[in-house]
Structure formats: structure tokens, C-alpha cells
């Protein structure tokens, strides 16, 4: 439920604040949540996909990413849909990130306190 | 092990948030730009105008907008206040990063935004005096009650739409330059005027005259850089009377004087493409009886366009025109009454005067006998991630000293050690006179108007319902004697100096000529040996007034057709009056190295049109450029400045003088005569073209040669607008040449209900992604303009707009 739960929050927090809030969220629920390496990864990767999807969905999939072309290509980038694809996997790295650097923290003080 | 996995994986969730929040060379900051909330994806890519309703604190009363289809905005307000704020509240919506960048670049600002990459062209604009002139305007704007008011209406109106910005509203360019708007204040819209100031009027090629005069003497500079030429027809016909006192023009000094450091850095070079058309015919000579008005001033071509069209409709105004982004009324226009349109012209409004230090600190300078204290105006060039830099500009009594001896010249431009008198440092009040021609009547209002406009001088064309016809040759024109700036002159010395300006009512000026027509093509404004006062020793050359003049002469019965299709002509006559002794220069003559048959057939064809698909016109325009660098690249030794003589006046030279010494090429040791150099440079020129177009000249045209871009204000290439399908040339009525061209082409007809035509390339919108950011280039490149709506009331026509956005003052101010 871990990604349910960064991808509810971190949507909610995105919009206030910008998707940096993104690997804050994942950061946060791992750090309380996380119970293993493999699901705090994936399911913050996940949520990072799900999120910055969601969003592109109701903000540019209505007007199809080929409109963004130039745009896109202002950047270096081939097309909306390469410059769809990138914001997405940024958006599923940085929450993967964030998950696992917060876990990463919480494994090591359950060690030390052990 | 723990601790360094920890370690690693928190500083490499640190290090990709940094590395994705800062730019990298050119690359922006991704994170920020890619940001699916408020980066790039919240840029609008939909179809929709403004509607609906929208409450803003500094409104006195209600204001409808109006949006036809093109995106135009017809404000209605019921006070002038409230007018010129929905104005700036609309133009901002459309073009705030326009605005905001230019008015930085006007100020040698860009470094705040774009980095160390822009110093030296900050450094440049402080050194030119570019605030200095704009705070000069502000203090003249704010002197005025009414156009304090306009100023500060339109200022509050932009920054109301700025304090609404949203992620989704700020424009893409804000998003990827990384920074955000600042405050609109009327310091700005002053540094909008300098724009066009230094645009139209901040050239010079004083310092490059005088080093070709050093070289080749003063035989040479009669021939080539004389200004009266017998072929030009001025603006005013011949023959004008000039019932004018001359005792205040003054004198020449002994001898010209020479600088010192001629042989220094580059001076400015006048963009050669600065020039526009404008015309009016009498009602004695139009289908209905009424006048008609055409304009097309041509400026730098760019996405977005420097003008915005716009209706402004108040109690005492109902005006449509377009408007310079960040200047508030309509600039080129028509009201109910009257019809006006300007053309640039190009007097010499730059003098440089060589500077005599006193000593190496740059602290006094000469003056009529004197020492005087030089003023130094500190410059603080803010450097986005770098420190500040500050730049000491010195200003003498003549202006500011752009450049040192010790320096290097920014785009090698200045001249050293001399200081600029330029008349764009003058204080005036431009906006009142678009406050005034808005509002016009008739003539007598429209000479009232155009007294308050200074900088930069226009030919005021204009039309009045009432009949009237007009031309007036408007601004500050200095008085000088003969020849006074033509070269640097001695800063030292009080004769050059300037003496004042020709009072408005001796300006240059012609109302209802029996010819039953007046235009301007930017050439000279009246024949120089008939009008008392020295304007300048060059015009633009002769071929587009002459034309204009040949066709206006001709027409009878004239309707808006004979306007477009006029505005539209793409003839050279400068291929006209050349071609046939270049044809000549290769008739019969048998190259054995290439086979030029094809290629002579073509040309032999051409019909001197510069039509999209003409190859003729390719290969005309490269040959003659090949014979002008054959005949003067050999003149000078390499690297030496100077300047090769007007297009018009080389034509009659070549046709009158064809064995002038300086047709040989003087690096060869045989004699070349012209047609040696014609033959060469058809030679050179089909090589070009076939290199750049194929072997097969059928399949040569005039669009792949002249490439016909129009480019992004930032020239971002997925932005730009490529090989458009438009004629044209520097030479033809149509000037329409690689980004630069008629910026603006606008018809009126003076009739009971005004009807008026117009378009401009690219569209309303700045934002890219908008359906109007480039909608109307396809419409300009071709024969016809758009039928503009010219609406009386908020209710006329409901059905000819789409949208209508409600104003409703409230909220906090």
C-alpha cells in the first residue's frame, strides 16, 4: 500500500507545492512505512509513474503531446511523446530515490538501536 | 556498509534534485521546465480565447473585450483610465514575456536573466545611453497630466494580469530562461520607445565615410556618396515651394575635419533593410471618391511580432490600429475620421564628435577653449550567478562616450573616443502624440498631433474623411550645414554642434498635391538642392519611391484591390535599369570551362519579378552581389573600413562611368573592363546557385535563395517559421526579404462607414502553443489582408466575435 499512499499524498502536495514534493512524499512514507528494499523501490518508483502520469493526463493528453513538439524540440528532445516519457521517468526515479534513501536511513537506525 | 549505501543513496537523491533545479550550459533547468504541474506542460495548447468574467482592483467602472477570430481584442470602456488599463491588462496576457524581454534588452538587462553571455551586450546598451534616454522620456510622459495618466493606466493593467499569473499562464519563455516577470512600470514603456528609437534611427556610417573619403578622395565621394542624385524623386515632388528663411542654417567650418582614430574599430553600420511605404490617394483618383491609405512599415520580422492589433473604444475614442507590444494606443491606425501610417525617414539624427581628454584620466575635455568636467553616469550590470559588474559610461555636453581607445568594441561598432549627439537622448512625448492622432478629426488634428513627436522623425502619412490628404516629414531634424555629419566631427569645435532643429512648420511637407497622390519609400525627403535645409547625404535608393510614384501616377478609379495588389509588387527596377547591360556583358561570349547555356536562358527570361518560384531572381541577386564585391574588394587593403556606395548609385555609375579605374580588379596584372567583371561575377553567381540549388536552373527559385524566415524573438529554431511561400525583395515595394519585411500592411478607405484591411505576420498570442501564435503568416505571404473589424458599441455585430471577456473592477488594489 505504500504506493497508494506516496501517490494520494504526493499528488495532493504536488499541486500545492511542485513535484519536487514528490520524492519528499516517497521520503516521508518509507521512512514510517517502508518494510523492504524491494517494495519500497518499486512501489515508490510506482507511485513517482503514477503520479507525474496522472497529472499529464489531465494537463496535456487532451491536446495530444504532439502539440508540445516544438516545445519539446526547443529542448533537444524529438517530440512531445520522448519529452512525455522523460518527465514520467524522472518523476518514477526521484520517488524511487526518495523511497530508498529514506529506507536506507531507517534500516541503518534499526541497526544501531539493535 | 550501511552507512555508505545510506550515504550514497541521500546524496544522490540530493545531487539529482540539484542537478535538475539549475541549467547546465544551454540545456535549462529540467526539473523546473519538465515540472508536469507548473513546467512546460501547464503551458496552454488549447483554442480558447478569454471569456467570462474577471474582477480586478484598480478598474473604475465595468470594461467588455471583445475577441474576433484572429484573437483581436475590441476594448470598451467607459473612462480612458480604465481603456488603457484593459489595454495593458490584455496586451500583457497576450505578449508579457514580449514586453519584459525586450524592455531588458532595451536596457542592457539580459544579463540578469540569460547570464555572462549577454554582458557585453548590456555593457553596449548602457554605454549607447539607452536608460539615460528612456528616463529623459518618463520625466517628459510624467510632466503631462494626460499621458501620465495613460502611462500609469496602462503600466497598473499589466502588472494586474501579473499578479495573476498562474504556472499555467506565465509564458513557456519565463519557464525556460528560468526567471519571472518584474513589475511593469513606465520606465519600461519608455525603454519600448527606445526600441524603435535606436531600431529606426541608431545607425551611423559617419567614421566608415570618412575612412573611404581618407582612401579615395573627394572626386571619389561625390561620385559615390553625393546626395543629389537626378534619378530620386523625393517625397515632396519637385518643385515644392520652401518659403523659408535660411540665415539659421549656419555655416560650414574651413575644412572638414578628420579623426583621429580613423583607422580604428568598426563604426555602426545603418541596417540596410530599415524601410517601409506608405501612400494616400486623393479622393479625385479613387472608385469611390473617398481617400484611400496604405502603409507598410518594414522591421525586423519576428515570433512574436512586434505589433499587437487591438480596438480601444471610449467616450472620447474609436480607434483600431496596432499598437507596439508594451506601448499603450494604437501607433498606426484609423478612427471614424481619419487613416494615418509612417514610414521611417532616416535623416541623420547620430552624429559622432571625437573627444579631446585632457589627460589619460578621462576627467575634462575640450570645449570651445575650455576644459570641461566629463559627468560619469554609473552602470550596474547584474550577472545572473556571477558577480555584479560595474561599468563607469562618461557623458559630455554632446552625449555619452559609447566607447574608449583602450577598449574593445562591442561588435566592433563604435568609434573610439568619440561622443554621441543622438537625438534619441532627447526628451520628448511620443505618447501624446498617439494620444492625440487616436483621437484625430481631421488634418489640423493631425498636425497638431504629430508636434509632440520627436524621435524617431517619421513620414506621417495621412487621410481624413473630410478629403484631405497628406505627408509630413516629422520629428527632430537637426539644423545643420551641408555635409555637417557626414563624417566624425571635432568634439571640441562649436560648429559641429548642433543649432537647434527645423521648426515643425518648415519641416518637410506636402497637403492635397495636385498630383492627387502622396507616398514615401524612405528616399530623400525633398531634392536636396530645392528644400534650404541639409537632412543627410544618403536616402534609401530611389527604386521603391519610383515605383510607388510610376503605379500611384497611373491609377485611376482605385480601389482596395489596386492597394493589396500594390503593396504585393514584387518588380525590381533595379534589375530593370542593370540586367540588360549584364546581358549584354555576356552576350556571345563562349565559356569553354562550364556550361552556362541553361543559365543564360533563364535570366534572359526573367521578367525582374521576385515571385516565390522566379530562379531568375536567384541568380540576379547573386551576380550583382558578385560584381559588387568584384569591383570593391580589390579597392581597399585588407581589413580597412569603408563603404561600398548605395545600390542606386552604383547602377548609374557603372552605366555612365563604365571605365571608371575603379571597375579593375587591381590584384590581377591585366585591365579589366566591365564586361571582364561581369563575366567573372556570372561565373561566381552560377556556381553559387547551382552549388546551393542543383545544376537544373528550371528548378531554381527565389524562395530557397532568400531563405523567407521568420524567427522567434530568442531565434529558437523548432519555434521559427521557414521558407515561406512570399515574393519580394530589399528593392521592391514589397521589401520582403529573410526576416525582415512589411511588418504591418494596412489599407483604409475613407468612406462614410471606414473600412480598413490589414495583417501582420505571426499572430496576437506570444505563447507558442496557441492557435494565434503564427496563424496569420500564410494570409501575409499571400495577395490579400484581412477585412478589419471595426465595431461602434460593446453590442455591434454580436455575431462577428467569439469570445467577450467582462472587466469588473473590485478586489484590492
Known amino acids: 500500500m505504500i504506493w497508494f499512499l506516496i501517490t494520494t499524498i504526493g499528488l495532493v502536495s504536488a499541486y500545492f507545492f511542485s ?15 517502508g518494510k523492504t528494499w524491494g517494495e519500497v523501490i518499486g512501489q515508490s518508483t510506482i507511485a513517482g509513474i503514477i503520479i507525474t502520469s496522472l497529472v499529464l493526463a489531465s494537463t496535456a493528453l487532451s491536446y495530444g503531446f504532439d502539440r508540445y513538439d516544438p516545445l519539446a524540440q526547443v529542448i533537444m528532445l524529438p517530440s512531445g511523446l520522448v519529452m512525455a516519457l522523460i518527465t514520467v521517468l524522472i518523476g518514477g526515479i526521484l520517488a524511487g530515490l526518495g523511497g530508498a534513501a529514506s529506507y536506507s536511513l531507517r534500516t541503518l537506525s534499526q541497526k544501531r538501536r539493535r | 556498509m550501511p552507512i555508505i549505501r545510506s550515504v550514497v543513496l541521500v546524496a544522490l537523491l540530493i545531487a539529482s534534485l540539484w542537478a535538475l533545479s539549475r541549467p547546465w550550459g544551454s540545456i535549462p533547468a529540467l526539473g523546473k521546465l519538465l515540472d508536469p504541474i507548473n513546467g512546460v506542460w501547464s503551458t496552454p495548447a488549447g483554442t480558447d480565447l478569454p471569456q467570462g468574467t474577471i474582477t480586478l482592483a484598480g478598474l473604475q467602472g465595468p470594461v467588455t473585450v471583445r475577441y474576433d477570430e484572429r484573437g483581436v481584442p475590441h476594448i470598451f470602456a467607459d473612462t480612458n483610465d480604465d481603456l488603457y488599463f484593459a489595454q495593458g491588462y490584455v496586451m500583457a496576457r497576450d505578449r508579457l514575456w514580449q514586453m519584459d524581454f525586450a524592455s531588458r534588452a532595451a536596457a542592457g538587462r539580459l544579463s540578469e536573466v ?54 499555467a499562464s506565465t509564458p513557456f519563455e519565463f519557464k525556460l530562461l528560468g526567471y519571472s516577470p518584474e513589475p511593469w512600470t513606465n520606465l519600461h514603456t519608455a525603454l519600448m520607445f527606445m526600441n524603435i528609437r535606436k531600431d529606426l534611427s541608431g545607425s551611423s556610417s559617419e567614421h566608415r565615410l570618412a575612412s573611404t573619403r581618407l582612401a579615395k578622395g573627394d572626386a571619389f565621394m561625390d561620385l559615390f ?114 487613416a494615418w501610417g509612417l514610414t521611417n525617414t532616416g535623416s541623420d539624427v547620430m552624429d559622432f564628435l571625437e573627444i579631446t581628454w585632457k589627460d589619460s584620466t578621462r576627467s575634462e575635455y575640450r570645449y570651445d577653449g575650455q576644459w570641461l568636467k566629463a559627468d560619469v553616469r554609473t552602470e550596474v550590470i547584474k550577472v545572473s550567478g556571477k558577480p555584479d559588474i560595474v561599468d563607469n559610461v562618461l ?130 525627403p525633398a531634392a536636396p538642392d530645392e528644400y534650404p535645409f541639409y537632412l543627410d547625404y544618403a536616402f534609401a535608393p530611389h527604386e521603391r519611391g519610383v515605383r ?18 500594390l503593396l504585393k509588387d514584387s518588380y525590381s527596377l533595379h534589375a530593370e535599369s542593370i540586367l540588360p547591360r549584364m546581358l549584354q556583358g555576356i552576350d556571345g561570349w563562349d565559356v569553354d570551362s562550364v556550361d552556362t547555356r541553361s543559365t543564360r536562358t533563364l535570366i534572359a527570361a526573367w521578367d525582374y519579378r521576385h515571385l516565390p518560384n522566379r530562379g531568375g531572381a536567384a541568380l540576379f541577386q ?31 555609375a557603372l552605366l555612365n562611368v563604365p571605365d571608371g579605374e575603379w571597375i579593375d580588379d587591381k590584384r590581377t596584372p591585366q585591365r579589366e573592363s566591365l564586361d571582364d567583371i561581369i563575366r567573372i561575377a556570372f561565373i561566381r553567381a552560377h556556381k553559387a546557385v ?32 521557414r521558407r515561406i511561400e512570399a515574393g519580394g525583395c530589399a528593392e521592391c515595394v514589397n521589401a ?77 488594489k
Not at chain 1, 513535484?19 to 512505512?33: D, E, G, H, N, Y
Not at chain 2, 534619441?424 to 497638431?448: C, G, Q
Not at chain 2, 550583382?624 to 580597412?640: F, H, K, R, T, V
Open chain 2, 395 to 524: 557623458y559630455t555636453i554632446h552625449g555619452p562616450v559609447a566607447l574608449q581607445h583602450s577598449e574593445r568594441a562591442f561588435n566592433t561598432m563604435t568609434p573610439p573616443d568619440h561622443a554621441m549627439r543622438w537625438v534619441a537622448h532627447d526628451a520628448s512625448n511620443e505618447l501624446l502624440t498617439i494620444f492625440r492622432l487616436n483621437r484625430a478629426k481631421n488634418k489640423a488634428d493631425l498636425m497638431e498631433a504629430t508636434t509632440t513627436f520627436r524621435a524617431p522623425a517619421q513620414n506621417v502619412v495621412y487621410a481624413t474623411r473630410e478629403g484631405d490628404i497628406g505627408i509630413i516629414s516629422n520629428g527632430s531634424l537637426p539644423i545643420k550645414w551641408k555635409g555637417q555629419g557626414k563624417y566624425p566631427g571635432d568634439g571640441s569645435d562649436p560648429k559641429y554642434t548642433w543649432q537647434g532643429f527645423i521648426p515643425q512648420e518648415q519641416l518637410p511637407q506636402i497637403h492635397n498635391p495636385a498630383r492627387g497622390f502622396v507616398s514615401s519609400a524612405n528616399q530623400h
Open chain 2, 736 to 812: 520582403f526579404r529573410n526576416g525582415n519585411g512589411p511588418s504591418w500592411k494596412m489599407v483604409v478607405s475613407l468612406e462614410d462607414d471606414v473600412k480598413a484591411w490589414g495583417v501582420y505576420p505571426g499572430g496576437q498570442s506570444g505563447n507558442p502553443l496557441s492557435p494565434y501564435f503564427k496563424n496569420t503568416i500564410e494570409k501575409w505571404a499571400s495577395e490579400r489582408l484581412y477585412e478589419l473589424l471595426y465595431l461602434m458599441s460593446p453590442d455591434d455585430r454580436s455575431e462577428s466575435t467569439t469570445s467577450t471577456l467582462q472587466l469588473m473592477p473590485g478586489g484590492n
Open chain 1, 19 to 33: 513535484w519536487w514534493a514528490i520524492p519528499v512524499v516517497a521520503f516521508v512514507v518509507c521512512l514510517v512505512r
Open chain 2, 225 to 338: 556618396f553625393g546626395n543629389n542624385q537626378s534619378w530620386v524623386d523625393p517625397i515632396m515632388p519637385r518643385g515644392t515651394p520652401w518659403p523659408i528663411d535660411g540665415s539659421i542654417i549656419p555655416q560650414p567650418p574651413d575644412s572638414v575635419f578628420v579623426s583621429r582614430s580613423l583607422l580604428g574599430e568598426l563604426p555602426f553600420q545603418p541596417n540596410p533593410y530599415n524601410g517601409s511605404n506608405n501612400w494616400a490617394l486623393h479622393g479625385s483618383k479613387t472608385a469611390t471618391g473617398r481617400p484611400l491609405l496604405a502603409n507598410d512599415p518594414h522591421l525586423n520580422l519576428t515570433l512574436p511580432a512586434i505589433w499587437y492589433e487591438n480596438q480601444l473604444v471610449s467616450p472620447d475614442v474609436n480607434v483600431y490600429g496596432v499598437s507596439l507590444a508594451g506601448i499603450p494606443g494604437v501607433t498606426i491606425g484609423f478612427n471614424r475620421d481619419v
Open chain 2, 548 to 565: 510607388i510614384n510610376n503605379r500611384l501616377t497611373a491609377m485611376t478609379q482605385a480601389t482596395p484591390d489596386s492597394m493589396f495588389a
Open chain 2, 622 to 652: 547573386r551576380w550583382w552581389s558578385e560584381m559588387s564585391n568584384a569591383i570593391w574588394s580589390d579597392e581597399y587593403p585588407e581589413g580597412y573600413l569603408y563603404s561600398v556606395p548605395q545600390r542606386d548609385i552604383m547602377v548609374q
Open chain 2, 114 to 167: 540569460l547570464g555572462d553571455r549577454s554582458v557585453e551586450y548590456d555593457r553596449y546598451q548602457r554605454r549607447i545611453g539607452m536608460t539615460y534616454g528612456a528616463e529623459r522620456i518618463v520625466l517628459e510622459m510624467e510632466s503631462d497630466p494626460t499621458t501620465a495618466a495613460v502611462a500609469n493606466a496602462f503600466a497598473a493593467g499589466v502588472n494586474a494580469w501579473i499578479a495573476q499569473l498562474t504556472p
Open chain 2, 690 to 721: 547551382s552549388s546551393a540549388q542543383g545544376d537544373d536552373p528550371s528548378k531554381w527559385s527565389w524562395v530557397n535563395a532568400q531563405g523567407a524566415n521568420v524567427n522567434h524573438l530568442l531565434n529558437l529554431a523548432p519555434l521559427n517559421v
